[in-house]
């Protein structure tokens, strides 16, 4: 349940509602005037993907869905990160049922996403790893600040990306390009990745991103709707569906991924760094 907490009214002519999930994971702010949304990942400190914090952006993207919202900006509330990616300690020890729901709830959350009719863009306001990185492809555009990091990494943590994460870089960067990437598990700069195209365009600071942002969702919502949104998930439609008729075998992979004692002793050890750094 969304509660209202609060009317803003900025010093502009627009109104704002502010709605936050009721957990404050994620805040969303809906401008009364223009209808766009802007859903801001909280929870600090790097926005990493645990179940409580994936169910309540799939209960904002339902929400926004059934309130046909012509258009959303993807971001985060933390000054260093958009997302950490996935939540390393939903992995580490986890009872199958856990793991399980876990995953399952990452599917959900990405499929809602992916598939929405109305246009998203990605404002990237810091680094991006592995789930992270998911998140801004799985948007239609991407804008990021200067000097961060945005890649799928998980080659380098001596695990292997899912299908579908790989499928989103391609679908992107292209087959050559993701190759090398997802090979080397490699992390790209903000200027690296604008010259591959895993990042539509620089900002030169958070407003500029959210000017730039709104600017992207003017122009899409300038289009008629149907027709937009006909054509978006027609161009997504297979990746879509190879999840959604394989969303067992996919569970059954990270089930058997993440029992394993080797992946485990590597998340603890990776754990340890982390917390030491
Ligand atoms: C290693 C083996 C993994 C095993 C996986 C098991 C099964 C796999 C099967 C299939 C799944 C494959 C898919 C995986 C996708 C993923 O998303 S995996 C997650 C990958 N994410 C990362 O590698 C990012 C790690 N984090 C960082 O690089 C940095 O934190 C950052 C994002 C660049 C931010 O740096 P900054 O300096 O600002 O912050 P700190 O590093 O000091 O971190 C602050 C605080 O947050 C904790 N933390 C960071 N990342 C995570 C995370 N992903 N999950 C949980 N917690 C995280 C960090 O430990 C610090 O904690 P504190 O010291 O207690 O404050």
């Not at 789930?131 to 991407?142: I, N, Q, V």
């Not at 200067?146 to 001596?158: A, C, F, R, S, V």
Request: hydrophobic share 40%; net charge neutral; glycine share 6%.
């Amino acid at each position: 349940m969304f509660v209202l907490r609060q009317c803003l009214t900025l010093g502009t002519k627009s109104s704002i509602r502010n709605f936050s999930a009721t957990t404050n994971l994620v805040n969303l702010t809906i401008n009364e005037d223009t209808g766009v949304a802007i859903m801001e990942l909280n929870k600090p400190p790097v926005n990493s993907l645990n179940y409580e914090l994936l169910e309540a952006m799939h209960r904002t993207l339902v929400k926004l869905e059934n309130e046909k919202c012509p258009g959303m900006i993807l971001t985060s509330s933390s000054r260093s990160t958009f997302s950490a990616g996935l939540d390393l300690l939903e992995m580490y020890k986890p009872t199958v049922d856990k793991a399980r729901r876990f995953w399952s709830m990452l599917q959900n959350t990405w499929i809602k996403l992916y598939s929405t009719p109305y246009p998203t863009v990605a404002a990237i306001n810091g680094h991006s790893p592995a789930g992270g990185c998911l998140l801004a492809m799985s948007c239609e555009h991407r804008i990021m600040v200067p000097d961060k990091m945005i890649g799928l990494n998980e080659t380098q943590l001596g695990i292997v990306a899912p299908q579908w994460f790989q499928d989103c870089m391609r679908n992107i960067i292209g087959e050559r390009q993701a190759e090398k990437a997802l090979i080397a598990g490699r992390m790209f700069t903000s200027e690296e990745a604008l010259k591959i195209g895993l990042v539509d365009e620089l900002a030169t600071d958070k407003e500029d991103l959210m000017q730039k942002a709104h600017d992207f969702l003017d122009e899409q919502m300038g289009l008629p709707p149907l027709a937009r949104s006909v054509v978006k998930v027609g161009f997504r439609k297979d990746t879509l569906s190879k999840l959604i008729n394989g969303r067992e075998a996919d569970i059954k992979m990270f089930l058997d991924n993440v029992f394993q004692p080797k992946v485990q002793e590597s998340l603890e050890n990776y754990i340890q760094m982390l917390k030491k750094k």
